[in-house]
């Protein structure tokens, strides 16, 4: 499979635990987006990542989540001591290129947190 | 700021009726438009997209969706649905050199066999 791929695809956490969701994007994608879904709610930006550097990160909750994407191996999202609300899908996109390179999606992870 | 809205959470039809889905967006400048399909368990596929010159853009699976600039809208439009066309749509945009897409809520769509 040659898309891009997350995992896991569900996760279950308990309250102040941490949760790391990965994803490896599309063979010679060097972009990698992350957005979050609400229950009812459209995809909102997260984070936007190249290779070894955060271009942008305005959409990233302040506190207890971080996002990287390493030289070598996948991007994590890292969630610290989770809370109930944190409760969502998360989406990794990939692109080629910069703005007009379309982002394919992975099948996103299912975090729960009890 | 720059905001996607979707006129309807859900829509149910009958096999082999038309379809419209509206999305209309705000932003003041260039704009890139896109929609995404999610079938039941699966990941968001891109349906179509448009980015410059011809605003009635063809998609896959018989979707085309028209960009009307004085409207602000990219109606996603398939003249006869399937009932293999069950899924939530979802319309985003993105701004002339930005990179951020900015997401409609979706909408559900339920075809009746």
């Known amino acids: 499979n040659a898309g891009v791929m997350q995992n896991p695809r569900h996760l279950v956490r308990r309250r102040g635990q941490e949760a790391r969701l990965r994803c490896s994007p599309m063979?010679?994608?060097?972009?990698v987006y992350w957005y979050r879904q609400l229950p009812e709610e459209g995809l909102k930006f997260m984070v936007y990542?190249?290779?070894?550097?955060?271009?942008?990160e305005s959409g990233m909750p302040k506190e207890r989540f971080s996002a990287e994407f390493p030289k070598e191996g996948p991007s994590i999202l890292r969630i610290q001591q989770v809370v109930r609300g944190d409760s969502a899908a998360y989406f990794c996109?990939?692109?080629?290129?910069?703005?007009?390179?379309?982002?394919?999606f992975g099948d996103g992870t299912r975090l729960s947190i009890l | 700021a720059q905001s996607v809205s979707q006129h309807n959470h859900h829509v149910i039809l009958s096999e082999a009726a038309s379809l419209e889905l509206g999305c209309n967006y705000s932003y003041g400048g260039t704009v890139n438009l896109f929609w995404y399909v999610q079938y039941p368990g699966q990941h968001l596929q891109l349906l179509l997209k448009y980015f410059s010159g011809d605003p009635l853009v063809k998609g896959i699976k018989g979707f085309e969706a028209e960009f009307i600039k004085s409207k602000f809208s990219f109606n996603l439009r398939k003249p006869s649905v399937q009932w293999s066309d069950t899924a939530e749509y979802f319309c985003?945009?993105?701004?002339?050199?930005?990179?951020?897409?900015?997401w409609g809520a979706g909408t559900k769509l339920i075809i009746k066999p």
């Open positions: 985003a945009v993105k701004g002339g050199s930005n990179y951020q897409l900015i």
């Open positions: 996109a990939s692109s080629l290129g910069g703005s007009n390179q379309p982002q394919h």
């Open positions: 990542l190249q290779k070894e550097n955060i271009i942008d």
């Open positions: 063979k010679g994608h060097s972009h």
